[in-house]
């Protein structure tokens, strides 16, 4: 089965200043997807970057870039210049890639990141 | 309205209540998820439905029964609920599940209080 693992619960960092947020996982699959999702106090959930096992290109998006290395299983998230509004929890997620496995994310426990002004 | 929305967005209940939440998207997907988010676990899926027919139940309780009528309806209706299923019960939805990959889009849960 796959895991996700985030360890740290929580995290904070001074407004315009750069955080790295932590993850890894444990699978068998040679295919797969890993997302970084947002979940503000507002509760709704978006996606803030994804990332392609096949592609060695590092996914980037605006100010969030994310650190992917497959041998170590390791899919940490950058947030540059932080922004007040980037106070969230933020979840880490798996998705094995092949057709028959129907589209089901695992989601690592979440970091709850706080911006500081 | 636009995304995914869902009703209500809090509710408190008793242990023998019987009561139902609802999911809607106004995104054209075919396809709809429930997740369980508890204090203490990660997010947990519990079914996916594609094209209105269950292709994933995850092991849950008899006690929680989904229903989707439509590709833009989901319900998940509760009865004789326990105290540790109170949660943020969150929706989503995507274009399929048959495909390498598809973006799920998640409405804002309903906070459900069990007593």
């Known amino acids: 089965a796959q895991t996700v693992t985030q360890s740290q619960p929580e995290m904070s960092v001074q407004e315009a200043e750069t955080v790295t947020l932590s993850c890894t996982y444990d699978?068998?699959?040679?295919?797969?997807?890993l997302f970084w999702y947002k979940q503000p106090p507002s509760r709704q959930m978006i996606l803030v970057i994804r990332?392609?096992?096949?592609?060695?290109q590092n996914a980037t998006e605006n100010r969030f870039s994310v650190n992917f290395q497959k041998a170590a299983k390791s899919f940490s998230l950058k947030i540059s210049d932080s922004q007040l509004g980037d106070t969230a929890m933020y979840f880490c997620?798996?998705?094995?890639?092949?057709?028959?496995?129907?589209?089901?994310?695992?989601f690592g426990a979440g970091t709850i990141l706080r911006v500081k002004s | 309205e636009t995304g995914v929305t869902q009703t209500p967005r809090h509710l408190v209940m008793g242990m023998t209540n019987k009561k139902s939440l609802k999911c809607e998207q106004h995104l054209g997907h075919n396809a709809m998820y429930w997740y369980k988010q508890s204090a203490k676990k990660p997010l947990e899926l519990m079914f996916v439905?594609?094209?209105?027919?269950?292709?994933e139940n995850n092991s849950v309780p008899s006690r929680f029964s989904p229903e989707c009528p439509n590709s833009s309806h989901l319900f998940l209706h509760l009865h004789t609920l326990q105290p540790e299923d109170s949660a943020l019960y969150l929706c989503?939805?995507?274009?399929?599940?048959?495909?390498?990959?598809?973006?799920?889009?998640f409405g804002p849960g309903t906070r459900l209080t069990v007593l």
């Open positions: 997620a798996f998705m094995r890639g092949a057709e028959e496995y129907g589209n089901k994310l695992v």
């Open positions: 699978t068998s699959e040679n295919n797969y997807y």
């Open positions: 990332q392609e096992a096949y592609k060695q």
């Open positions: 439905y594609s094209l209105e027919e269950r292709v």
């Open positions: 989503a939805s995507s274009q399929g599940v048959a495909s390498s990959y598809n973006e799920q889009f």
